[in-house]
């Protein structure tokens, strides 16, 4: 079996190595099981953000509906530098393991909630877990395969995501529209449990070295109380302006300048403070890494608007069913599975990402654009056809930019890059959820206020929007135009950022070979620790047969494993 070696130099010399390129039939079973993953974590924010309406007006919640959606997204972003490092310290299969034991508890806890501060607290507790999935399942992604042969085998991630986008929707549009709501989070806790038996199983990870003590000093935790608090503040004031207070309202700008000067205190703390930081910045001495960061914050904000508002905007704006308005979402995911998984292959077989991520960005601008185009007349074809354009942005710019970041660092630098790209993703995520929101509410109250209808109406409106499908046609009519002119409005902000990232990415993300030196003495080292797995575990059975009962019970639990 292969040794576990720690990093050679830097801050990473504490933690062990855990590259452990692996054979191609293991390969495969590795990344199903990051793929369950995946899946459950994305199915549990596809399937509430189409019923973010209907939970909203049970809970009457109303214009705090968001509030479901960003008490996830605050957790889940604030945790993300803690998920990487964390993973280097613990091991991969460690950390995984709890934060699947936390998404559980969260969904349990939302399943049973009967207020709205209730399941805004599970919320958070289940992005403290579900956040933390998909980039794990990213980090091993970067230990079991080479840097060339990533974009090949990432196809299978790509295609769980665009799944778990595209059913997401439709589920939960079914559980709230035909039964109820909370049919999303008792679904979510067996298919965790299911994932974790696949984990268990079919990942055959490195452990890494030291007692627990040692792993226990080596954790940042003022790093990580400051970014948590924060992301906080941050998306707290963002949240509030414009719907609970003005945005010249001292809430809000006391709760900005604390989340701004708190990110602050965190960049200086990691610049000297930790012995093992959460964010070392001197990989942000690279510019790709710079271009990446800015291109996957405007990623995340894209990408968390449309699925949560896209069904959002087609109930709101054209009167559409949950279901309906879930099923619209399809042409968009299903492309971007098609084309995630075709730029993957594309990848290996050239060993080029630039091209791709630039012509990604351009066409999800386009995309975008024609979206803030629809109006009362525009025919479902339309609606159709500019999803799958902008399906096909959103496939280029994912996994190509992983591979770009990775290409660019040292093999030590894996697991916290490949958070922080995860982190400023969610954290784009959630301003632009925190930041849509707002907009959307404050044009459609500016558009109802020039209407005939009354203040107590609006009011009712904006706090319960399904109750506006009840009201006179009249009023229906005037309330579906506003928010039409709302998400107009949203269309072309995101456009803007989309021809923002093109730009960013044309300067800042130069190609890099993708081809290592060391790739082939690694892959042997891989196929030495399966075999050395293969040899334990027929010379554990020989010894089975010859031990009695009691003996086999006693060497069972002496024996290590590998698969902590």
Known sequence: MAASIPFQGGPGNDLTDQTNYLPRRKIISVFLACASVGTVGLLDETMIAVSLPIIGSELNAGSQVSWFATAYFVTSTACQMLYGRLSDIWSRKTVLFVLMFI?????????????FIQLVVFRAITGTGGGGLPTIAQVIVSDVVSLRQRGKYQGILGISVAFANGVGPILGGLFSQHSTWRWIFWLTMPLTGLSAILVWFFMPLKPTEGDWKRKLSLIDYIGALLILSGST?????????????????????????????TFIAFVLWEWKGPRVPLLPLSVFRE?????????????????MVQVFYLPTF???????????????????????????????????????YRELILSGWAMWAVGLGLLATLDENSSLAKQIGYSILTGVGVGQTFQPSLVAIQGALDRKDMATVTAMRSFVRNLG????????????????????????ISKDQRTAILNHPELARSLAPEIYATVLRGYRKGFRTVFL???????????????????RDLDRPDDKELKQKGREFVAGLKAKKASGSGEKKRESPVDTHVASARSDTVTV
């Open 314 to 352: 087609y109930q709101t704006a054209y009167g559409y069913s949950p279901v309906k308005s879930g099923l619209l979402l399809l042409p968009l995911t299903v492309v971007q599975t098609f084309t995630s998984t075709a730029s993957g292959a594309l990848v290996t077989w050239k060993g080029r």
């Open 493 to 511: 902000l995101l456009a803007g950022l989309a021809v923002f990232a093109f730009l960013t990415a044309f300067f800042l993300m130069p190609h």
């Open 233 to 261: 503040l941050l998306i707290l004031s963002l949240t509030w302006a414009g719907g609970s207070y003005s945005w010249g309202s001292t809430h809000v700008l006391v709760t900005l300048l604390l989340g701004i000067i």
């Open 103 to 115: 998404f559980f508890i969260g969904n349990l806890g939302s399943s049973l909630s009967r207020t």
């Open 429 to 452: 995520g959630s301003l632009g959820l925190a930041i849509t929101g707002t907009i959307v509410n404050n044009v459609l109250s500016s558009y109802l206020s020039q209407s005939d």
């Open 287 to 303: 510019r790709v890494v710079i271009g990446a960061a800015i291109t996957q914050w405007i990623n995340g904000f894209l990408t």
